[in-house]
């Protein structure tokens, strides 16, 4: 009597090649679509989701309901509390329903390949036809394969490989029909469905009435927003993306990685979209957009890595367990039995510093060294960060200060918009060089010469840190060494918490007895 498609990170009607494929089979047996979305606080705890994803998911889901609706097609929205009983929920549903036919996106983390495999046995049990789709990677991980039949662990020749395979199969980078409206009466069948109502924030996260709207007015939900930014990005900025994408001033990337974490806009419409304005070439015509659909493909490498090696994935055990103490060594950071892990076996031998008033001052912004506190501010403020000091600050924190990656990982996830496991494990990867960058670990940011590099005239800086503001010059970049600390002191701007030559020479010194030791 009915197709229900299962919305999950997906929450669009463009490109879904899930939707369209319940859609196909809708229009095939002329019966209508119906869409569910299970809200799961325990699956938020359990993968750290900051509350300002928790909204914006929430406030794409009404956006999303509301264009289903136009449609003639009903979202159903339900909590939870146990995530263990989704599996078992959904197919209680198409029971409900008389659904004989699930379809549903493929999300790749260990969690929901585990709850997926679930949902196609209970289907198999009760004679429900599960169609599962490859649709958040441009190209589906597990095709992209060296010439000794291994995956790819270096990103430069598993983007020549990507482009290469986009080129002799350019299938992958046919966007899936648009839905039109319900081919069966959905109103007439299920019309209690079409009051259901979206939930309110669970309990367990939350937001004052300014960070929503905060939140609201930096990143309006849904599809139509990412669809205007991804345009306008384009039309604006794409074309000098390569020489521009690190200033930190100004606006000079997409920001559209919240879209794209919660799927209201797909990375395939994004590549076709710059594709289409790179004239139609997939190879070096312009600069900007073949730069910018690298940087999209780096989404794609990282969920490559997460399948082929997924004990990197921190398992819910993990974030159950009440958070390590910072301060001992001995209930410090450990391991769960076998996830979590970084990709370099040998660099889990890496001796971690656990100063838990250094940890504070990074994760506040008050380290003393203006670029990493500007970032830190704009991550509390925005609930997200420029790429560039991602970098920064998290080599600062495993570096500079020998914090244990995980703990910086752990924060960034539990404030970013866009937290993503896969794209934060392996940008932590980097910044502390545990993960698949092949760049050796010698090669340590200096916080100095980034902040004079990518804020040459420390307009970021100014922005972010207003104890700051009054500092005229490079003074900017160290307040304290270049004649500017009275008005730091004055304004009660921190001095340094660690020297960056020092704290230079004890990693090169950590990570050399555990690398090569
Ligand atoms: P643009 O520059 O416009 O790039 C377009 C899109 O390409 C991004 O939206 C993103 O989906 C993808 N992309 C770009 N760079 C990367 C990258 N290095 N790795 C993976 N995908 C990339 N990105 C997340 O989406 N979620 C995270 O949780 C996340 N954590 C990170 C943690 C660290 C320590 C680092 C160094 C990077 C992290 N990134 C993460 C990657 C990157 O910083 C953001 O995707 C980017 O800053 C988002 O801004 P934008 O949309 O304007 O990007």
Same mark, same amino acid.
């Given at each position: 009597k009915a197709v229900v498609h299962w919305f999950k990170t997906d929450l669009r009607l463009q490109d879904n090649r899930a939707l369209s494929t319940a859609f196909q089979i809708a229009k095939d047996n002329q019966i209508p679509v119906i869409g569910v979305y299970i809200v799961s606080p325990e699956d938020f705890e359990a993968h750290l989701t900051s509350p300002a994803r928790v909204d914006f998911t929430l406030r794409t889901l009404k956006q999303l309901q509301k264009d289903l609706s136009e449609l003639d097609i009903p979202l159903y929205v339900e909590t939870q509390e146990k995530r263990k009983n989704i599996p078992t929920r959904i197919v209680e549903l198409c029971q409900q329903w008389e659904a004989k036919h699930l379809c549903a996106n493929l999300e790749y983390e260990v969690d929901e390949l585990r709850r997926d495999a679930k949902v196609v046995r209970r289907c198999a049990d009760h004679d429900i036809d599960f169609t599962p789709s490859h649709d958040t990677c441009v190209v589906t991980p597990g095709l992209l394969i060296t010439g000794a039949g291994k995956q790819y662990a270096v990103y430069t020749p598993w983007f020549r490989s990507w482009l290469r395979f986009l080129k002799e199969n350019p299938d992958y980078l046919e966007m899936s029909e648009d839905p039109g409206t319900n081919p069966g009466d959905a109103r007439k069948q299920f019309a209690d469905l079409f009051d259901c109502k979206i939930p309110d924030m669970p309990s367990s996260k939350s937001l004052s009435e300014k960070e929503k709207k905060r939140f609201e007015e930096l990143y309006p939900a849904g599809e139509h927003e990412a669809t205007r930014r991804l345009e306008k990005f384009l039309k604006e900025k794409c074309g000098d993306y390569d020489k521009n994408r690190s200033m930190l001033p100004g606006e000079n990337t997409s920001a559209l990685s919240p879209y794209f974490a919660s799927g209201a806009i797909s990375a395939r419409t994004a590549v076709v979209t710059a594709k289409r304005a790179n004239k139609n070439h997939l190879d070096r015509y312009?600069?900007?957009?073949?730069?910018?659909?690298?940087?999209? $493909?780096?989404?794609?490498? &990282?969920?490559?890595?997460?399948?082929?090696?997924?004990?990197?994935?921190?398992?819910?055990?993990? &974030?159950?367990?009440?958070?390590?103490?910072?301060?001992?060594?001995?209930?410090?950071?450990?391991?769960?039995?076998?996830?979590?892990k970084c990709f370099k076996p040998e660099a889990t031998n890496i001796e971690w510093e656990y100063d838990a008033d250094q940890f504070q001052?990074?994760?506040?912004?008050?380290?003393?060294?203006?670029?990493?506190?500007?970032?830190?501010?704009?991550?509390?403020?925005?609930?997200?960060?420029?790429?560039?000091? @991602?970098?920064?600050?998290?080599?600062?924190?495993?570096?500079?200060?020998?914090?244990?990656?995980?703990?910086? /990982?752990?924060?960034?996830?539990?404030?970013?918009?866009?937290?993503?496991?896969?794209?934060?494990?392996?940008?932590?990867?980097?910044?502390?060089?545990?993960?698949?960058?092949?760049?050796?670990?010698?090669?340590?940011?200096?916080?100095? @010469?980034?902040? /004079?590099?990518?804020?040459?005239?420390? /307009?970021?800086?100014?922005?972010?840190?207003?104890?700051?503001?009054?500092?005229?010059?490079? $003074?900017?970049?160290?307040?304290?060494?270049?004649?500017?600390?009275?008005?730091?002191?004055?304004?009660?701007?921190?001095?340094?918490?660690? /020297?960056?030559?020092?704290?230079?020479?004890?990693a090169l010194a950590r990570y050399k007895s555990a690398l090569q030791g």
């Amino acid at each position: 009597k009915a197709v229900v498609h299962w919305f999950k990170t997906d929450l669009r009607l463009q490109d879904n090649r899930a939707l369209s494929t319940a859609f196909q089979i809708a229009k095939d047996n002329q019966i209508p679509v119906i869409g569910v979305y299970i809200v799961s606080p325990e699956d938020f705890e359990a993968h750290l989701t900051s509350p300002a994803r928790v909204d914006f998911t929430l406030r794409t889901l009404k956006q999303l309901q509301k264009d289903l609706s136009e449609l003639d097609i009903p979202l159903y929205v339900e909590t939870q509390e146990k995530r263990k009983n989704i599996p078992t929920r959904i197919v209680e549903l198409c029971q409900q329903w008389e659904a004989k036919h699930l379809c549903a996106n493929l999300e790749y983390e260990v969690d929901e390949l585990r709850r997926d495999a679930k949902v196609v046995r209970r289907c198999a049990d009760h004679d429900i036809d599960f169609t599962p789709s490859h649709d958040t990677c441009v190209v589906t991980p597990g095709l992209l394969i060296t010439g000794a039949g291994k995956q790819y662990a270096v990103y430069t020749p598993w983007f020549r490989s990507w482009l290469r395979f986009l080129k002799e199969n350019p299938d992958y980078l046919e966007m899936s029909e648009d839905p039109g409206t319900n081919p069966g009466d959905a109103r007439k069948q299920f019309a209690d469905l079409f009051d259901c109502k979206i939930p309110d924030m669970p309990s367990s996260k939350s937001l004052s009435e300014k960070e929503k709207k905060r939140f609201e007015e930096l990143y309006p939900a849904g599809e139509h927003e990412a669809t205007r930014r991804l345009e306008k990005f384009l039309k604006e900025k794409c074309g000098d993306y390569d020489k521009n994408r690190s200033m930190l001033p100004g606006e000079n990337t997409s920001a559209l990685s919240p879209y794209f974490a919660s799927g209201a806009i797909s990375a395939r419409t994004a590549v076709v979209t710059a594709k289409r304005a790179n004239k139609n070439h997939l190879d070096r015509y312009d600069q900007g957009h073949m730069t910018w659909i690298s940087e999209v $493909a780096w989404r794609d490498f &990282y969920r490559h890595v997460l399948v082929h090696w997924p004990f990197i994935w921190y398992g819910v055990l993990y &974030y159950l367990l009440p958070p390590p103490s910072i301060h001992s060594r001995k209930s410090g950071l450990t391991d769960p039995p076998s996830m979590n892990k970084c990709f370099k076996p040998e660099a889990t031998n890496i001796e971690w510093e656990y100063d838990a008033d250094q940890f504070q001052a990074w994760s506040e912004g008050k380290t003393g060294f203006p670029i990493v506190d500007a970032a830190m501010r704009q991550l509390k403020h925005c609930a997200w960060m420029h790429n560039r000091t @991602r970098m920064v600050v998290s080599s600062f924190l495993s570096k500079d200060l020998m914090i244990d990656w995980r703990r910086g /990982e752990r924060f960034f996830m539990e404030h970013l918009i866009d937290g993503d496991f896969a794209s934060n494990h392996g940008g932590w990867g980097f910044g502390s060089s545990t993960g698949v960058d092949p760049q050796p670990y010698f090669r340590i940011f200096n916080p100095l @010469r980034q902040s /004079e590099r990518f804020d040459p005239d420390g /307009e970021y800086i100014r922005h972010w840190v207003p104890e700051l503001r009054d500092v005229k010059g490079n $003074a900017i970049h160290e307040p304290y060494s270049r004649g500017a600390g009275a008005i730091a002191q004055k304004n009660g701007y921190p001095r340094p918490i660690v /020297e960056h030559a020092a704290s230079r020479d004890r990693a090169l010194a950590r990570y050399k007895s555990a690398l090569q030791g």
